[in-house]
């Protein structure tokens, strides 16, 4: 609300916000350009939805998760090698995979690159567009796992974008619930879960399967 915008697109330049503000850290986007806006982005990173067209088929794991390094941080080979290892490890995956392409790992694997990728450059922010949609529920569930693991042990602010209302109650603190590109209410999950004040987030909650009262349980 208060007139604040805080899309992915608009986050990454794409679009020019029609009112309002995008505000990270205090530090309003729209206004940046140049350098100083291509730093900024090193802070503000993105796991996008489908981990099968998300990474590039002609790199190597290894090289998808050093390429932001290479392009931000001009650290010696060694030293971006090392921290791509401990990346892809933290994020439970086996040093081994470094040397294949995508198309060798299943979609859970893909999108836990996704994640090393967007986690390397140590940021504050990251933007997570419909991130475990693409997955079956049991990767979902790991998926969400390791998200939560990550934030805790990272401090990290997570923008996360879903339809999935079961997803959001599991990994949001908070929640904004928008209706045509406008927020029709916002606050704490809990509360927003247990006493929706608009018709409309009624109605989402009520389509959950299993009901609303019981969304959270099912997800786990």
């Given at each position: 609300?208060?007139g604040?915008?805080t899309?992915?697109?608009c986050?990454?330049?794409f ?16 206004r ?12 503000v ?7 099968f ?10 090289q998808?998760?050093?390429?932001p ?27 081994a995979v ?23 450059l ?12 693409a997955l ?50 916002s ?22 399967p ?11």
């Amino acid at each position: 609300g208060s007139g604040k915008t805080t899309t992915a697109r608009c986050i990454a330049g794409f679009l020019r916000p029609t009112s309002g503000t995008v505000e990270v850290g205090g530090t309003d986007v729209a206004r940046l350009s140049g350098e100083q806006l291509r730093q900024f982005r090193r802070k503000v990173q993105l796991v996008f939805q489908n981990p099968f067209a998300s990474l590039d088929p002609r790199q190597t794991i290894g090289q998808i998760v050093e390429e932001p390094l290479r392009n931000f941080d001009p650290v010696p080979k060694a030293e971006r090698e090392q921290r791509v290892r401990a990346m892809i490890e933290r994020v439970g995956l086996p040093d081994a995979v470094l040397g294949r392409p995508p198309a060798a790992l299943s979609g859970g694997q893909r999108q836990r690159v996704a994640i090393a990728r967007a986690l390397v450059l140590k940021p504050r922010v990251v933007v997570l567009d419909e991130a475990v949609s693409a997955l079956d529920v049991t990767v979902q569930a790991r998926i969400l796992e390791l998200l939560d693991e990550l934030q805790r042990e990272l401090g990290l602010t997570y923008v996360f974008v879903s339809h999935d209302l079961a997803v959001v109650r599991l990994i949001a603190d908070t929640v904004s619930v928008m209706r045509a590109g406008q927020v029709v209410e916002s606050g704490a999950v809990e509360t927003v879960f247990h006493a929706p004040a608009h018709d409309y987030t009624r109605d989402l909650i009520a389509a959950i399967p299993g009901g609303g009262g019981a969304a959270g349980k099912a997800a786990q």
